[in-house]
T-cell receptor
Framework: QKEVEQDPGPLSVPEGAIVSLNCTYS??????FMWYRQYSRKGPELLMY????GNKEDGRFTAQVDKSSKYISLFIRDSQPSDSATYLC???????????????FGKGTKLSVKP | DGGITQSPKYLFRKEGQNVTLSCEQN?????MYWYRQDPGQGLRLIYY???????QKGDIAEGYSVSREKKESFPLTVTSAQKNPTAFYLC?????????????FGPGTRLTVL
């Protein structure tokens, strides 16, 4: 089982729809959860950052973490064509000396919002 | 403006050649990273560095080399030993190599081997 699983999509929705993007993970030590947005041929940019369980809202975006189910979500309300991008989840655990880097990424979900 | 720059944006290489990708940051971050991104594969860690003159192999370091002589700079060399180098390469940095530290990414370099 991979550490982080993310449905690659593609996901196509009409403008104004509510979008739900999800990741599941297997390592119960993950404490920090992030969502990155990546436009085509660009570097990823940080969208949301959450520590432990709970919800975090920023404008049209809501990040949700359910540690008991090992499941994180990103909701986009009133989706816009400009939201069309690939969304990557990422998470990190307590750093153990000698471990390889500090973020584990999902493979990304490609979202297309149609006008 | 603070940020991470990568150059060049596009790079073409003949088989058997070594090429070096540049990554510079002015965020005063200690930690820097190199990732490779292939379609359907997500981000795979090549090398990372938590401090000047120190770096560690990531998951796919074979065929790559790095140096960290300055805090601001973390160049990646793709050697002729890398069997399938055509990919999108991303450099990132974070304040420290520690739990929860956010990584910020550069715009990427697309390398194509002819």
């Amino acid at each position: 089982q991979k550490e982080v699983e993310q449905d690659p999509g593609p996901l196509s929705v009409p403008e104004g729809a509510i979008v739900s993007l999800n990741c599941t993970y297997s390592n119960s030590a993950f404490q920090y959860f992030m969502w990155y947005r990546q436009y085509s041929r660009k570097g990823p940019e940080l969208l949301m950052y959450t520590y432990s369980s709970g919800n975090k809202e920023d404008g049209r975006f809501t990040a949700q973490v359910d540690k008991s189910s090992k499941y994180i979500s990103l909701f986009i309300r009133d989706s816009q064509p400009s939201d069309s991008a690939t969304y990557l989840c990422a998470m990190s655990a307590i750093l153990i000396w000698g471990s390889q880097g500090n973020l584990i990424f999902g493979k990304g979900t490609k979202l297309s919002v149609k006008p | 403006d603070g940020g991470i720059t990568q150059s060049p944006k596009y790079l073409f290489r003949k088989e058997g050649q070594n090429v070096t990708l540049s990554c510079e940051q002015n965020l005063n971050h200690d930690a820097m990273y190199w990732y490779r991104q292939d379609p359907g594969q997500g981000l795979r860690l090549i090398y990372y560095s938590q401090i000047v003159n120190d770096f560690q192999k990531g998951d796919i370091a074979e065929g790559y080399s790095v140096s960290r002589e300055k805090k601001e700079s973390f160049p990646l060399t793709v050697t002729s030993a890398q069997k399938n180098p055509t990919a999108f390469y991303l450099c990132a940095s974070s304040m420290r190599l520690a739990q929860g530290d956010t990584q910020y990414f550069g715009p990427g370099t697309r390398l194509t081997v002819l």
